[in-house]
C-alpha cells in the first residue's frame, strides 16, 4: 500500500515562500492522481493544488499565480512551490493520491505570520 509523508511546512513571514514536498514509497505514483489540500482552524480540508498523471495541472482559485505543484515520477515525489505567502495561507497541507482508492499523508504545518 502506498504511503506518503510530507515534509517542508514551517513558520514563515507574510510575502515569503516554502517548498512543500511528499515523499511516497510503496507504489509507483506515476499512475496516482496527486494532489495537495489544507485545512485551518475550524475550516473543512479544501484543494489547493491537483496535478493528473499526464501532468496537467489545476488549482483553487486562492493560489493561482502564487502556487505551483509539481510532480518527480522517478524520485516518487511531488511538491507544492508556495510564493507569496498570506497569513490565510496558514493551514495543515496534506498530500493525496488517488488511485482505485484515495491515500492521504499526515499533513505538514505551515503558519504565516510576521
Known amino acids: 500500500q502506498v504511503q506518503f509523508v510530507e515534509s517542508g511546512g514551517g513558520l514563515v513571514q507574510p510575502g515569503g515562500s516554502l517548498r512543500l514536498s511528499c515523499a511516497a514509497s510503496?507504489?509507483?505514483?506515476?499512475?496516482?492522481?496527486m494532489g495537495w489540500y489544507r485545512q485551518a482552524p475550524g475550516k473543512e480540508r479544501e484543494v489547493v493544488a491537483r496535478?493528473?498523471?499526464?501532468?496537467?495541472?489545476t488549482y483553487a482559485d486562492a493560489v493561482k499565480g502564487r502556487f505551483t505543484i509539481s510532480r518527480d515520477n522517478a524520485k516518487s515525489t511531488i511538491y507544492l512551490q508556495m510564493n507569496s505567502l498570506k497569513p490565510e495561507d496558514t493551514a495543515v497541507y496534506y498530500c493525496?493520491?488517488?488511485?482505485?482508492?484515495?491515500?492521504w499523508g499526515q499533513g505538514t504545518q505551515v503558519t504565516v505570520s510576521s
Open positions: 493525496n493520491g488517488l488511485w482505485r482508492n484515495v491515500y
Open positions: 510503496g507504489s509507483d505514483i506515476s499512475i496516482y492522481a
Open positions: 496535478i493528473a498523471t499526464d501532468g496537467s495541472t
